[in-house]
Protein backbone atom coordinates (compact mmCIF):
# COMPACT_ATOMS: atom_id res chain seq x y z
CA UNK A 1 0.00 0.00 0.00
CA UNK A 2 0.93 3.49 -0.42
CA UNK A 3 2.65 5.44 1.95
CA UNK A 4 2.20 8.59 2.99
CA UNK A 5 4.61 10.33 1.10
CA UNK A 6 4.29 7.51 -1.77
CA UNK A 7 6.45 4.89 -0.51
CA UNK A 8 5.42 1.52 -1.02
CA UNK A 9 3.83 -1.29 -2.88
CA UNK A 10 0.58 -3.14 -3.00
CA UNK A 11 -0.99 -5.62 -5.07
CA UNK A 12 -4.62 -5.20 -6.67
CA UNK A 13 -6.67 -7.62 -8.84
CA UNK A 14 -7.55 -6.65 -12.48
CA UNK A 15 -10.50 -6.39 -14.61
CA UNK A 16 -9.75 -9.51 -16.11
CA UNK A 17 -9.07 -11.14 -13.11
CA UNK A 18 -5.08 -10.92 -12.95
CA UNK A 19 -3.16 -9.94 -10.11
CA UNK A 20 -1.00 -6.52 -10.47
CA UNK A 21 1.60 -5.23 -8.38
CA UNK A 22 2.42 -1.57 -8.57
CA UNK A 23 5.82 -0.80 -7.29
CA UNK A 24 7.16 2.27 -5.64
CA UNK A 25 10.62 2.11 -3.87
CA UNK A 26 9.79 -1.64 -3.02
CA UNK A 27 12.76 -4.16 -2.00
CA UNK A 28 13.17 -7.01 -2.89
CA UNK A 29 12.28 -9.07 0.06
CA UNK A 30 8.82 -7.44 0.35
CA UNK A 31 7.90 -8.60 -2.86
CA UNK A 32 9.16 -12.22 -2.11
CA UNK A 33 6.78 -11.63 0.85
CA UNK A 34 3.96 -10.67 -1.23
CA UNK A 35 4.46 -13.53 -3.80
CA UNK A 36 4.64 -16.50 -0.82
CA UNK A 37 1.33 -14.90 1.12
CA UNK A 38 -0.13 -15.00 -2.95
CA UNK A 39 1.08 -19.14 -3.10
CA UNK A 40 0.19 -19.87 0.30
CA UNK A 41 -3.28 -18.22 -0.36
CA UNK A 42 -3.85 -19.83 -3.40
CA UNK A 43 -2.50 -23.21 -2.27
CA UNK A 44 -4.68 -23.16 0.58
CA UNK A 45 -8.08 -23.14 -1.44
CA UNK A 46 -6.84 -25.13 -4.21
CA UNK A 47 -5.73 -28.01 -0.76
CA UNK A 48 -9.12 -27.56 0.92
CA UNK A 49 -11.10 -27.51 -2.28
CA UNK A 50 -12.58 -31.28 -1.55
CA UNK A 51 -13.34 -30.72 2.10
CA UNK A 52 -15.45 -27.50 1.73
CA UNK A 53 -17.47 -29.24 -0.73
CA UNK A 54 -17.97 -31.96 1.39
CA UNK A 55 -18.57 -29.62 4.54
CA UNK A 56 -21.52 -28.00 2.05
CA UNK A 57 -22.81 -31.04 1.14
CA UNK A 58 -23.22 -32.28 4.69
CA UNK A 59 -24.52 -28.45 5.96
CA UNK A 60 -27.52 -28.79 3.13
CA UNK A 61 -28.58 -32.60 4.45
CA UNK A 62 -28.31 -31.16 7.84
CA UNK A 63 -30.51 -28.35 7.57
CA UNK A 64 -32.36 -28.43 4.31
CA UNK A 65 -35.95 -28.13 6.20
CA UNK A 66 -34.61 -25.02 7.33
CA UNK A 67 -33.57 -23.90 3.95
CA UNK A 68 -36.59 -24.41 2.15
CA UNK A 69 -39.08 -22.79 4.25
CA UNK A 70 -36.65 -19.66 4.29
CA UNK A 71 -36.47 -19.67 0.54
CA UNK A 72 -40.76 -20.33 0.40
CA UNK A 73 -41.00 -17.62 3.09
CA UNK A 74 -39.06 -15.17 0.69
CA UNK A 75 -40.36 -16.20 -2.86
CA UNK A 76 -43.70 -15.13 -1.32
CA UNK A 77 -42.77 -11.95 0.18
CA UNK A 78 -40.71 -11.41 -3.53
CA UNK A 79 -42.11 -13.48 -6.76
CA UNK A 80 -39.51 -12.25 -9.02
CA UNK A 81 -36.88 -14.36 -6.46
CA UNK A 82 -38.95 -17.46 -7.82
CA UNK A 83 -38.27 -16.94 -11.34
CA UNK A 84 -35.00 -15.80 -10.98
CA UNK A 85 -33.88 -19.31 -9.08
CA UNK A 86 -35.74 -21.41 -11.82
CA UNK A 87 -33.62 -19.38 -14.48
CA UNK A 88 -30.39 -19.92 -12.47
CA UNK A 89 -31.07 -23.73 -11.97
CA UNK A 90 -31.83 -24.61 -15.31
CA UNK A 91 -28.79 -22.37 -16.49
CA UNK A 92 -26.43 -24.66 -13.92
CA UNK A 93 -28.37 -27.73 -15.10
CA UNK A 94 -27.49 -26.82 -18.97
CA UNK A 95 -23.81 -26.03 -18.23
CA UNK A 96 -23.08 -29.00 -15.68
CA UNK A 97 -25.34 -31.73 -17.87
CA UNK A 98 -22.42 -34.27 -18.00
CA UNK A 99 -20.92 -34.58 -14.43
CA UNK A 100 -24.24 -33.86 -12.97
CA UNK A 101 -25.49 -37.58 -14.83
CA UNK A 102 -22.37 -39.03 -14.14
CA UNK A 103 -22.59 -38.90 -10.21
CA UNK A 104 -26.24 -39.61 -10.91
CA UNK A 105 -24.73 -42.96 -11.87
CA UNK A 106 -21.79 -43.53 -9.63
CA UNK A 107 -24.50 -43.27 -6.96
CA UNK A 108 -27.09 -45.43 -8.46
CA UNK A 109 -24.08 -47.90 -9.16
CA UNK A 110 -22.92 -47.75 -5.35
CA UNK A 111 -26.85 -48.21 -4.24
CA UNK A 112 -27.12 -51.61 -6.50
CA UNK A 113 -24.10 -53.39 -5.48
CA UNK A 114 -24.07 -54.29 -1.98
Avoid: C
Amino acid sequence: MLGRHGWGAGLFAGRRGGIYVYIKKLTISKLLGYINYMEETISYYARNKESRKNYQREYYKTNRDKIKTKRQYDETNNPSLKEARKEYNSNYYKNNKARILARRRELYKAKKTP
